[in-house]
């Protein structure tokens, strides 16, 4: 796949503290749509964030009040000047950032706020907890607009299911930020006033964590998914095994015992 040049820093800030990386979507005049200098900055800040053990945490949330309209449709406008080669490669970009995110190695939390649309969709699918205001409309606008949700799909059917992705997909419906949590396509429904507060607990919750055990715990959760149950006998047995071992479920399981903090959480 060609590379790409993060030409403009400014799509993506980031901020990091006490183990946390708070990554913004910065395009509001276009809702922050995901166009390829937009996506290729959340790559390559996304690899940086992973390849750092002192972060612990990531928060994704958007621009001007609003979350992500989906794919930055001048971009798609230019496809049909393009060879087949160079839209497939578009779509590859796409499909790199929705699978950097669903293996990623730290949990996400996604903070959605005014709408969430079409490929937008598809991060709220990779994230491990999304947090949405009760204002938020979301839609898989693609058929609208005679495309596919193709990138998108294998994500968004192992979130939701084959019936809801159906549903949607099929229709381009608009839902409600309710109806995405009945579904499990967000955990929570709150106030936008209220968010705040609870972002911070979130985030307290996830940093009292151990970072290995998380990391190692996400890991089998993608595994299980895509292996038959027959299949996960020994790789379950062999992660508990594992982490019984290790030094972080020795000193977690100590400390409980000892009824003090582990020394990851002083």
Not at 71 to 89: H, T, V, Y
Not at 100 to 128: N, R, S, T, Y
Not at 204 to 222: C, G, I, P, V
Request: charged letters at 25%.
């Amino acid at each position: 796949m060609e590379s790409f040049e993060c030409k403009n820093q400014n799509l993506v800030l980031l901020n990091q503290s006490d183990g946390t990386s708070r990554l913004l979507l910065n395009d509001p005049h276009k809702n922050n749509a995901l166009s390829k200098e937009m996506i290729d900055c959340l790559i390559n800040t996304l690899n940086k964030i992973a390849a750092d053990d002192r972060q612990k945490l990531v928060i994704i949330r958007g621009a001007g009040g609003s979350f992500c309209s989906g794919a930055d449709l001048n971009w798609m406008k230019k496809a049909i000047s393009q060879s087949d080669e160079k839209n497939k490669n578009d779509a590859a970009l796409f499909f790199e950032l929705y699978t950097l995110l669903f293996h990623f190695p730290k949990p996400i939390i996604m903070w959605v706020e005014k709408c969430a649309m079409g490929g937008a969709l598809g991060l709220l699918a990779c994230a491990d907890y999304v947090i949405a205001d009760t204002h938020v409309k979301m839609a898989f606008s693609e058929v609208k607009l005679g495309l596919v949700p193709a990138t998108i799909s294998p994500f968004v059917l192992q979130k939701i299911g084959l019936s809801h992705a159906k549903a949607f997909m099929l229709s381009g419906a608009i839902f409600s930020a309710k109806q995405a949590r009945r579904m499990g396509l967000i955990h929570e429904v709150l106030p936008a006033m209220a968010i705040p507060d609870r972002i911070k607990e979130l985030t307290d919750q996830f940093k009292q964590n151990s970072a290995e055990a998380m990391m190692a715990t996400k890991r089998l959760l993608n595994k299980l998914i895509a292996t038959p149950l027959n299949e996960v006998k020994d790789m379950c047995c062999d992660h508990i095994a594992t982490s019984r071992r290790s030094e972080e479920g020795q000193e977690g399981v100590s400390a409980f015992l000892e009824k003090r903090k582990p020394n990851w959480n002083k």
